[in-house]
């Protein structure tokens, strides 16, 4: 009998690096069918385009690393799931960033004017390590080159996509880590700094057949875009979706 499957998508909700608006928070969702599975980071705007796309609240995130720009709309999502009676949202977070999530978003006094509520409260948290498990998939942590180490952390289902998160180029993980040919979001803006992937980083750091596998997201302005797209990239833009395969 011939096993039923599923098609995968990963849809953008903001590609930008918190420069411009319209750009909005880089954040994707991975989808099977067309419905919403995991919401990958949540910055500023993030929920509203979410629920535009979608018509619900998010069934399940998973955060990167612990910079504002994301991770600020948790604070409107327990808002929203506490409104609607939504029960815990199930909210993968590396074990190590568990800390400076509460720290940031948690300790306020009070989260609702009513009184009575408990930002953990709308929440499911599950602390991951290397592996997790989630709607019939294995995800894989690969921790990445931003800021501190162990601060950020690249999301990957083998043979179906590997999203970076924020990063310096990470040759040491996708010339030895991926599986097949899955696509491979990438932090990329048009110049390096300390924290983020430059365009020229991408030629001296990735194989060429690694680079045609590349989509960019987390630059500036369209105006970023357009010129890594002239450099021979694909580039996601807000509202972009792109096929995955089928499992």
Known sequence: ??????????????????????????????????????LIDCGPGTLNAFQQRFG????????????????????????????????????????????????RLATYPGSMAEGGHDFWQSFQLL????????????????????HAPGSSFALQVPGLFFYSGDTRPIPEILHHELSGQEPVFHDCGLVANPSHTGLDDLAREYQPDLRQRLVLYH??????????QQAGYRVARPGDEFPLGVL
């Open 1 to 38: 009998m011939t096993q039923p499957t599923a098609q995968y998508s990963l849809v953008f909700h903001g590609t930008g690096s918190g420069g411009e608006l319209a750009m909005g928070c880089s954040a994707a969702t991975l989808c099977e069918d067309n419905q919403p599975r995991l």
């Open 56 to 103: 619900e609240l998010p069934k399940a995130v998973f955060i990167t690393h612990g910079h504002l720009d994301h991770i600020a709309d948790l604070e409107i999502l327990t808002v929203r799931a506490k409104l609607q009676n939504a029960a815990p949202i199930p909210l993968y977070v590396p074990l190590g960033l568990i800390p400076l999530l509460h720290q």
């Open 127 to 146: 602390p991951v390590t290397e592996t997790f498990t989630h709607a019939g998939l294995s995800f894989r942590l690969h921790a990445t080159r931003h």
């Open 219 to 228: 630059y500036a302005n369209e105006q970023a875009a357009q010129q890594l």
